[in-house]
C-alpha cells in the first residue's frame, strides 16, 4: 500500500495568494520610474538618462529588490501568515522591506550596522520595522540567522537571493523598462549601462537582459573605495574580504554570492571624496536631491563619457538615481562631517565642473 504525507493546507495557500496579490497590486499602482535627461553639451554627441528610481513608494532601488524578495519567499513557501521577516541590511533594503512587511501584517526586524544613518532607523520605523543594530557589520549575517531561528522567523538574505528573485528576462523588470523608455531615443541601445554593486542584484539583471536580448550594451559597475567587489573583480578572487564602504547602500566588506562578475564589462573603483561630490554636483546641475551611491554612478560616468568623447564616439549612457540626498543630510550633505572623516571633496568638484565644459575629467587614471 503507498504510504502519503500531506501537507497541503488550503488555509495558508490561500493567504499566501492574497499576499502575492497585494505586492502585486502594490506594483500596478506605483507603475514605472521616470527616465531624465542629464544636461550635457549638445555637440557632444552623446546622451546621458538618469533613470529615477528615487520615486518609488520607499524612495529607493532597493523598493524593486524588496517587492521581488517578498514575491520569492512566498511562491517558495518560505512567508506564511505571522512569519517575522529578518533582513541584513545597510539601510534602503531594510526600509522597502519593511512597507512590505507592513502591507501583509507581518512583524519586520532589520539588522544593520551601527553606522546605519539616522534618517534611514527612522524610515525604517516609520514603515512599522524594529532595528537591531551591530558594531561589526561583518556580524550582521549571523546575527540575523541567529534572530530568526530564535523567533521561527524567515531572514530574507538579500545577498543570497538578490540575483535569483528578479525576473531577468522580463516582467518589467529594470533592464526591461531602461531599453523600453529609450525605445524612441536617437541612441536607443545605449553604449553603457552605469550601476553599484551592493548586492549584485541589479547589475545581475541588467546584464544578463542584455545578453539575452542580444544587445551590444556595456554594463559598468562602480565600486567605492573600502569595497571587495572591485579587487575580486581584477584578481577574479571571489574570496577577497576588505574594510567595508562609507557609501551606504552599495560596497561590500565580502564579496556577495548574488555578485556576478561574469555579466559585467568594467568596474571602475570611485574614491569616496569623488562619489560625495559628484552626489552634490548631480543636484547642482539638476536640480535633484540625490543619494552618496548615485554620486558613485556619476562619477563612473563621468569617466566613461570622457573617454568616449576623447575617441570620438557617440551614443548614449544609463545610470541610476539610487535615492534621495534627504537621507544623508546629516553625513554626506554635512561640511561637518566631511572634516570628521577627514574627506576633501574640493578637488573632485573641481574636476566635475571642468568636465562639463571641456569634457575632459582630471584626476582620473
Given at each position: 500500500m503507498s504510504r502519503i504525507v500531506d501537507r497541503c493546507d488550503p488555509g495558508c495557500r490561500a493567504w499566501i495568494a492574497e499576499a502575492i496579490r497585494k505586492v502585486e497590486a502594490d506594483a500596478n499602482r506605483s507603475a514605472d520610474t521616470h527616465l531624465h535627461v542629464f544636461p550635457l553639451?549638445?555637440?557632444?554627441?552623446?546622451?546621458?538618462?538618469?533613470k529615477d528610481e528615487s520615486v518609488h513608494p520607499t524612495g529607493s532601488l532597493k523598493h524593486r529588490l524588496a517587492r521581488s524578495l517578498f514575491l520569492y519567499?512566498?511562491?517558495?513557501?518560505?512567508?506564511?501568515?505571522?512569519?517575522?521577516?529578518?533582513?541584513?541590511?545597510?539601510?534602503s533594503t531594510a526600509v522597502s522591506e519593511a512597507y512590505f512587511a507592513r502591507?501583509?501584517?507581518?512583524?519586520?526586524?532589520?539588522?544593520?550596522?551601527?553606522?546605519?544613518?539616522?534618517?534611514?532607523?527612522?524610515?525604517?520605523?516609520?514603515?512599522?520595522?524594529?532595528?537591531h543594530l551591530v558594531d561589526d557589520p561583518s556580524t550582521i549575517y549571523d546575527e540575523s540567522r541567529r534572530l530568526a531561528a530564535e523567533c521561527g522567523g524567515h531572514f530574507m538574505d538579500q545577498f543570497t537571493y538578490a540575483e535569483r528573485a528578479t525576473d531577468w528576462r522580463g516582467n518589467n523588470n529594470i533592464a526591461e523598462s531602461i531599453f523600453e523608455q529609450l525605445r524612441l531615443e536617437r541612441f536607443p541601445e545605449p553604449s553603457w549601462v552605469v550601476v553599484g554593486a551592493g548586492t549584485g542584484?541589479?547589475?545581475?539583471?541588467?546584464?544578463?537582459?542584455?545578453?539575452?536580448?542580444?544587445f551590444q550594451t556595456r554594463l559598468a559597475v562602480v565600486d567605492p573605495e573600502g569595497s571587495a567587489f572591485f579587487g575580486s573583480f581584477a584578481d577574479e578572487d571571489p574570496t577577497r574580504t576588505a574594510a567595508g564602504s562609507r557609501i551606504e547602500?552599495?560596497?561590500?566588506?565580502?564579496?556577495?554570492?548574488?555578485f556576478l562578475p561574469t555579466v559585467i564589462d568594467r568596474m571602475i573603483q570611485v574614491p569616496d571624496a569623488a562619489s560625495i561630490a559628484a552626489m552634490r554636483w548631480a543636484s547642482e546641475v539638476t536640480g535633484r536631491s540625490v543619494g552618496g551611491s548615485t554620486g558613485t554612478n556619476l562619477w563612473g560616468v563621468a569617466e566613461l563619457i570622457a573617454q568616449m568623447l576623447a575617441n570620438g564616439e557617440r551614443g548614449s549612457v544609463v545610470t541610476l538615481i539610487c535615492d534621495g540626498g534627504e537621507r544623508y543630510a546629516g553625513t554626506y550633505g554635512s561640511d561637518e562631517w566631511l572634516a570628521a572623516q577627514n574627506l576633501d571633496i574640493r578637488p573632485y568638484t573641481s574636476a566635475l565642473t571642468s568636465f562639463l565644459k571641456t569634457g575632459e575629467l582630471p584626476l582620473t587614471e
Open positions: 553639451p549638445p555637440e557632444w554627441g552623446i546622451d546621458l538618462y538618469l519567499g512566498l511562491a517558495n513557501g518560505w512567508i506564511r501568515e505571522g512569519t517575522t521577516i529578518i533582513e541584513a541590511s545597510s539601510g502591507l501583509l501584517g507581518l512583524p519586520f526586524v532589520a539588522v544593520m550596522p551601527a553606522s546605519t544613518s539616522p534618517e534611514k532607523i527612522g524610515l525604517i520605523e516609520f514603515h512599522g520595522g524594529r532595528s542584484g541589479t547589475s545581475a539583471t541588467i546584464g544578463r537582459y542584455a545578453r539575452y536580448r542580444r547602500g552599495i560596497g561590500r566588506p565580502r564579496v556577495e554570492p548574488s
